[in-house]
């Protein structure tokens, strides 16, 4: 079983050396408790910008400021932005998690390792592993990674928790903002996590066991299970870890379980790499939580909906406008006024001439200007959520290769600065996690003897399509090259003996997406070569074969008339 959290043992594992090491669980519930609120202080400024943005475009990420009151918010009139975030999810996950491609692998640190066949069986058979985990029907990675996209591009910070699922592996689960509260240590990295949240006393019970939980709760498991409470998990560094002790001391990270309502402990433990892995979008110096593409777009966001409701009360305006009378009441003197139902008939509507008594107020069309202000307004909240460059393969498919190189060169570059801090910040650290819980339940192959004699070191490569993207600018390189020497190749063929065919090849096909599996390895390419060479040798020699019997037989026939001359 792959446990991802060490329960605690009530016997001692190793001398208490810090102060937080010696409190009651009462005291370490009350400064966890403290320390909540101090944070939801310092997070005060960020809400009511998030509820704006979580309002117009991520209705479904709940609520920062309306605390339980739901109806209050505005309504929505037009889908721009909830589109283009949408959007923005789904090309964040096709360029950086694909769940259809293998966007990542092992390569073992020591570079002349790189080619042993046996380390490189090893961490083919790793990555399959960690991607058959991963993608697994029960792990939920899929949809959960998707949603902390949304909530990247909505609010510039996203999390997710990693933890075990019994019998099912790892299972993940994206973290809503509204109760996520994280701590950044000396070096910038999320060291610190609070998570806030709601559960009955019947999930907490299966959650920590009856037992555990406080007495108000756990009177409410017969009577009244559905009723909610507030819980923290509280992950942090653990200040007193002795290396190599057994159980939650030596854990690099302490848990705790508060009931917040009864300040209470009700679960604590230790892992030994951080659970939750915390991106930010982009961050000035000093900001905790990450800025969003939803801000850049957020006033833009609002006026088209303002523009949008204009736009519906100018049509209710324009098919039911309102309507000119004259003011001697002979209409609503003869009892209900105007009626405008279809084939109602208004006596009194006319006079005596035919003539009619009512007209309708004619205002002239007002929807032009409306209409390109809008058009305006939502080409830049697409531009804000990238929705325009990641169209820009897909608007013209008719490309050559070198047009499509460029594309993706220019995608690469612009997406590099963001999307690069998703491989630092989110996805390094959920890999780092699942090889650390896979490896200690037994769930990976052992490493060869080689890598060990090495120290064993390994690194983390990325494969996806914005990684292939990046390495564009190498293809455009080569192809212009190719494309200024063409003119001396004319006069002089032997310029292009520069480049080399075995390099090239492969590296182009890496950068346009081919899969590995589809090119043929070294070995595989010296064997067909050398069948390649031995199958023209063999022609050569079967078509010289009627010259040298013809040659054989010429001879013979100048040596038996020479021998019959000389015997003349």
């Known amino acids: 079983m792959i446990g991802t959290e060490v329960v605690v043992s009530h016997k001692p594992v190793a001398p208490a050396v810090t102060g937080r090491a010696k409190m009651d669980s009462r005291d ?42 739901p109806q209050l918010r505005p309504q929505v009139f037009d889908s721009t932005a909830v589109l283009a975030l949408d959007r923005f999810s789904a090309a964040f996950e096709s360029m950086l998690t694909p769940r259809s491609q293998t966007w990542h692998m092992l390569k073992p640190l020591d570079d002349d390792l790189a080619e042993h066949a046996e380390v490189k069986r090893w961490c083919d058979e790793v990555t399959r592993r960690l991607f058959a985990f991963r993608y697994s029907p029960r792990s939920n990675f899929a949809s959960q990674i998707h949603e902390v996209y949304g909530s990247l591009g909505a609010f510039g910070t996203g999390g997710i928790f990693s933890e075990e699922a019994p019998g099912a592996g790892i299972t993940y689960r994206a973290c809503n903002l509204a109760g996520l509260y994280v701590v950044e240590d000396f070096q910038g990295r999320i060291r610190t996590a609070h998570y806030k949240l709601e559960m009955t006393a019947e999930q907490a019970a299966q959650r920590f066991g009856a037992d555990k939980l406080p007495d108000q709760i756990r009177g409410k498991l017969e009577t009244r299970p559905d009723d909610k409470a507030t819980y923290l998990h509280c992950v942090r560094p653990n200040a007193s870890r002795v290396h190599g002790s057994k159980g939650r001391g030596g854990m690099a990270y302490e848990s705790w379980w508060v009931c917040q309502d009864a300040r ?51 049509a209710q305006l324009s098919i039911a406008p309102p309507l000119l009378a004259p003011n001697d009441g002979v209409l609503s003197a003869l009892g209900d006024g105007v009626s405008l139902l279809p084939a109602a008939i208004n006596y009194g509507g006319v006079d005596d001439q035919g003539r009619p008594l009512i007209h309708a107020l004619n205002r002239g069309s007002q929807f032009a200007p409306v209409k390109e202000e809008i058009a305006e307004r939502r080409q830049s909240v ?74 064993g070191g ?9 990684t292939r993207a990046m390495k564009a600018d190498q293809g455009v390189g080569l192809l212009r090259t190719i494309e200024a020497l063409a003119p001396l190749a004319n006069a002089d063929p032997a310029v292009m003996d520069v480049f080399n065919p075995d390099e090239i090849a492969p590296g182009l096909a890496e950068i346009n997406g081919v899969p590995a599996k589809w090119i043929r390895s070294k070995d595989e390419l010296d064997a067909l070569r050398q069948g390649r060479a031995q199958a023209q040798q063999a022609a050569q020699e079967a078509a010289a074969i009627p010259a040298v019997a013809g040659g054989i037989k010429d001879l013979a026939q100048a040596q038996a008339a020479a021998a019959q001359a000389q015997s003349q």
């Open 28 to 69: 370490i519930a009350g400064e966890i408790i403290r320390r909540q609120q101090q944070l939801e202080t310092e997070r005060a400024i960020y809400e009511s910008l998030w509820q704006e943005i979580a309002d117009f475009m991520l209705p479904r990420a709940g609520v920062f400021t309306y605390k339980g009151t």
């Open 264 to 314: 209470q402990v009700v679960g604590q433990g230790g892992f030994r790499t951080f659970p939750y892995a915390v991106s930010r979008y982009v961050t000035r110096p000093g900001q905790v939580y990450g800025d969003s593409p939803g801000m850049l777009a957020l006033a833009d966001t609002k006026m088209l909906n303002v523009m949008a409701q204009t736009m519906v009360q100018e």
């Open 382 to 455: 697409n531009a804000a959520f990238l929705v325009t460059l990641f169209q820009i393969l897909v608007e013209t498919p008719q490309m050559t290769a070198t047009e499509a190189l460029l594309r993706a060169q220019e995608k690469g570059a612009l997406l590099a600065p963001t999307t690069g801090r998703q491989q630092s910040e989110l996805l390094g650290p959920i890999v780092e996690r699942e090889i650390d819980l896979l490896a200690r339940a037994g769930a990976l192959p052992p490493p060869p003897q080689v890598m060990l004699e090495r120290n």
């Open 458 to 466: 390994y690194k983390l490569e990325y494969d996806s399509p914005l």
